[in-house]
Structures are given as structure tokens and as C-alpha cells.
């Protein structure tokens, strides 16, 4: 397990969103991050931003909740601000922030190189902890940028024919899933799933080529597998984790790996990027 969800701002969004800002700011010259995220990713640039010296305002949609606004000014958000019914929107909305501040940086939550670069990192650090390459790594796909710096850090390391992916989505924010079987990028029409953190109508065009690499094995699982998971993997690690994490967990507690990859065996190495917990939730009856 690649425990992400102790990253410093709970999830592995410090990762890519970290790197992002890293390379975007000067030390003199003032900075102000812009963030269109009401989620993970907004938390990853709150908390980078702080650390690195610059100011972080984060564009949500309407459909994010007081609670969570709230963790995001406690992280030490410059300002919250709502604007629009989807995170489209509210993206929208905050490169029109972006151009009016001279010291403005827009910081994308998913579709960017420097995110997916710094998401490789993972690989890295996998190899590193390991006497050889895994056989398989698990992960949740959202808006797809830690399944691009996957596909990409295993390709710097030229293990892209030995090492298989699988990124996994709940149903009704399966937009990767879709693009796939339609052999283009496919616009979900909404969210439904209780797992918001993935929630991208659309993938990245780079998470899309990724999804078609040979390697890389795209799944799909119900909201009821992934609160299920979530609630095993308690039960087992003392650990608590959010949906969008369950997503990747219920491949090992429901689908069974032997199912998804019917080639492994006993001394098949298995790595689960275990990727968040900062948004808690609890649901019940979540059996479908």
C-alpha cells in the first residue's frame, strides 16, 4: 500500500498540485495561486501555496458544502469563493481571476505536466521501496492526472511493458471509462456518484491517452463496492479513507484482483495507491 493519504494535505494531490506550484513561483516575486477545486486538489494548493510563501484563493461550485469550504479557509485559503452549478464552471470562472492579477498563477487540479510529473514521483518512490518492479498498481482515476503520472513515471523507467495499471472509477463519474468505449473524449452529462472526488465530467486528454496504453486496464465499480471497501479496509488497517479512495480499495475486497488480471499468481506483487481520506463521509445502506 502507498499510504498518500498522509501527504500534507491528505491526499496524493500534494504530489502533482505541489510540483505545479513549486515551479511556478519565484521567491521575488509575490504569488498569488488561483485554485478551481472544492476538494482534494484545492486543499493540495492551500497547503503548498503556505508552505512555499504565496496566497492560495480557491473557486468552488455551488454544490460544495459548507464543511468543506470551511477546511479550506482552516488550511489557510486566502478566500473561497463560489461561482457556478459544476466545477466547469467554477474552472471557468477562475482563469477570469487569473488574467485580471498580474500576480496570478492558475493551478489546474489534473491537466497539466507539471502535475503529472510531480504524480510520478510515485513510481519512483515504488521502485525505490521494493528489491524489483510490482507486476500491478491500483489507483483511482478521476480527472486522470495520477493515472497519467503513473503511466508516465513507468515509462521513464521503461516498465511500461512489464508493469499494468488499473484505474478504476465509480458509476456516474466513470468519464474515462466511457471515453474509452467510445474511442473519443466523452462529456459526462452529471455527477452521480457519492465518490465527488472524482468527479471530472471530462478526463484529461493525456489521461485518455493513458487509458488506451496496452498496460493499462480501466475499471469500473459501484458506489455501494467502493463505501463497502472503505469500510473493510477500516475494519482491517485502522484507517479511515474516502470514497474516491474505496474506488481503487473494492478491486481487491469485491471484484477480486484475479478477476481483473486473471494472470497473477501467489508471488505477484501488488502495489494499491491508497490515495485520500480528507473527505469523510458516511452513508447508509450504500449496498448498490
Not at 498522509?6 to 521567491?27: E, H, T
Not at 466547469?88 to 487540479?109: M, R
Not at 478504476?168 to 471509462?177: N, P, R
Amino acid at each position: 500500500m502507498k499510504m498518500d493519504l498522509f501527504q500534507p494535505s491528505g491526499s496524493f494531490k500534494s504530489r502533482g498540485v505541489g510540483n505545479l506550484i513549486l515551479k511556478a513561483i519565484s521567491p521575488d516575486v509575490p504569488a498569488h495561486i488561483y485554485s478551481s477545486s472544492g476538494g482534494n486538489a484545492g486543499l493540495a494548493a492551500v497547503t503548498a501555496s503556505k508552505s512555499l510563501g504565496a496566497t492560495c484563493s480557491v473557486v468552488v461550485p455551488s454544490s460544495t458544502s459548507g464543511h468543506m469550504k470551511s477546511k479550506l479557509l482552516a488550511a489557510g485559503a486566502a478566500e473561497v469563493i463560489t461561482h457556478g452549478a459544476s466545477w466547469v464552471e467554477a474552472d471557468n470562472f477562475t482563469h477570469l481571476l487569473v488574467e485580471k492579477d498580474p500576480n496570478g498563477i492558475y493551478c489546474s487540479p489534473f491537466d497539466h505536466p507539471d502535475v503529472w510529473e510531480g504524480n510520478s514521483s510515485l513510481i519512483d518512490e515504488i521502485l525505490a521501496d521494493m528489491e524489483s518492479a510490482p507486476d500491478v498498481v491500483i489507483a483511482s482515476v478521476g480527472g486522470g492526472g495520477l493515472l497519467a503520472g503513473l503511466v508516465i513515471g513507468l515509462e521513464r523507467h521503461e516498465l511500461e511493458k512489464q508493469v499494468k495499471v488499473v484505474g478504476v472509477e465509480t458509476e456516474g463519474a466513470d468519464s474515462l471509462s466511457a471515453s474509452l468505449k467510445a474511442g473519443r473524449l466523452v462529456t459526462l452529462p452529471a455527477i452521480t456518484s457519492i465518490a465527488t472526488s472524482l468527479g471530472a465530467k471530462t478526463v484529461a486528454v493525456k489521461a485518455f491517452e493513458a487509458g488506451r496504453k496496452e498496460n493499462v486496464i480501466s475499471q469500473v465499480v459501484t458506489d455501494g463496492m467502493a463505501a463497502r471497501a472503505c469500510v473493510k479496509f477500516a475494519e482491517d488497517e485502522r484507517v479511515l479513507v474516502e470514497a474516491a479512495c474505496g474506488a481503487s480499495l473494492a478491486v481487491v475486497y469485491e471484484l477480486g484482483l484475479r478477476k481483473v488480471i486473471p494472470d497473477l499468481t501467489a508471488e505477484s506483487k501488488v502495489v494499491m495507491v491508497v490515495c485520500g481520506g480528507k473527505f469523510i463521509w458516511w452513508a447508509r445502506g450504500a449496498n448498490h
